[in-house]
């Protein structure tokens, strides 16, 4: 598939706001589609979080998941975030893959947390009438 065939569908939306033909857009063109990119795998990663954490929400399991996302959000996800957006020339982009990184590993922690449950004892006595 070519590159411009794949980003059919970011260009459709932006054209809602800009003409993406005109010479005068292309620097804007240029980065929101990759902003575009880095919003959908921002996406992806915070809703396998968010469900992950609502799982364990569902066990009572709220203590060790808060601190898997305090970890997360903060030790990778800013440090990432800082590193690659003041020391490197990825700037604002590298902001934003920082900001998904803290949320895979937010993502993985609490998977790993759900998959570990029976282990853990989180499912006994959950159920009461």
């Not at 609502?54 to 800013?78: E, K």
Request: charged share 10%.
């Amino acid at each position: 598939m070519s590159k411009r065939r794949s980003l059919i569908a970011p260009r459709l939306l932006l054209s809602i706001y800009v003409d993406p033909d005109a010479p005068q857009n292309a620097a804007l063109i240029g980065f929101a589609l990759q902003y575009l990119v880095l919003a959908a795998i921002f996406q992806l990663a915070d809703g396998v979080q968010a469900v992950a954490a609502g799982a364990l929400r569902g066990l009572q399991d709220t203590a060790v998941p808060m601190w898997i996302a305090i970890f997360s959000y903060w030790v990778p996800g800013i440090g990432m975030s800082v590193g690659l957006g003041f020391f490197t020339p990825l700037e604002g982009t590298g902001v934003w893959i920082g900001l998904a990184t803290g949320l895979f590993f937010a993502a993985a922690g609490l998977i790993w947390r759900w998959n570990r449950r029976e282990v853990l004892g989180l499912t006994r006595g959950q159920l009461t009438p």
